[in-house]
């Protein structure tokens, strides 16, 4: 496949993932710039990379580097560095041709596809996972997941007790549930009696 019609298949492929899924689901402006940015720039060094003897090596060391960068202003959650590292291997996928001509365009939409299957707002959307600061010590494992569960309206599966207080008697824990059929997504927890901070 020529590299034009490549370059043009990742243009198509980053848009999809950026503007038609990213970005209505999650609403960051600021990673938008981030993945179209990361993309562009992976795009045009593998590209020129392929007209080396050392395309394939050095291309693998792009990726390893790259994969090791953080951005230090703000911490990225799992689905954000996903999307991060999806626009980064379709950059990739364009720039680094590959035999036969179909292959990188089929595997673009692979990405594609796995990301709006994966991050499908009705794929395990009653399931919950915040850290929960309440204003009660909890020794016990089972008071502590009956407390969390009328609590939250919820199925605890999974509970660590990130802090035990028994001095000023608070207990932060990181929770793992799933809310019960019917209930409210949007529910509000007492601000007088606990404080939960989403993760």
């Known amino acids: 496949m020529p590299q034009i019609a490549l370059f043009a298949a990742d243009f198509v492929a980053v848009g999809l993932l950026t503007f038609a899924l990213y970005f209505p689901r999650h609403r960051r402006r600021d990673l938008v710039v981030a993945y179209l940015g990361v993309n562009a720039g992976v795009l045009a060094v593998s590209s020129v990379l392929t007209s080396t003897s050392a395309a394939a090596g050095v291309g693998l060391g792009l990726f390893g580097v790259l994969s090791i960068i953080r951005l230090r202003s703000t911490e990225l959650e799992q689905h954000e560095v996903a999307y991060y590292f999806s626009a980064l291997a379709l950059g990739l996928l364009a720039g680094l041709t590959a035999t036969p001509g179909w292959v990188s365009p089929a595997l673009m939409a692979m990405i594609v596809l796995v ?51 028994l001095v000023n008697d608070t207990t932060t824990v990181e929770a793992r549930y799933a809310l019960r059929p019917r209930q409210d997504v949007g529910h509000r927890l007492d601000a007088a009696s606990h404080e939960v901070i989403a993760r």
């Open 115 to 165: 990301m709006f299957v994966g991050d499908h707002p009705a794929l395990f959307q009653r399931y919950r996972h915040q850290v929960v600061v309440l204003d009660r010590a909890f020794p016990r494992e089972s008071d502590l997941v009956a407390h969390l569960e009328e609590m939250l309206g919820a199925r605890v599966h999974r509970v660590v007790v990130q802090r035990l207080d």
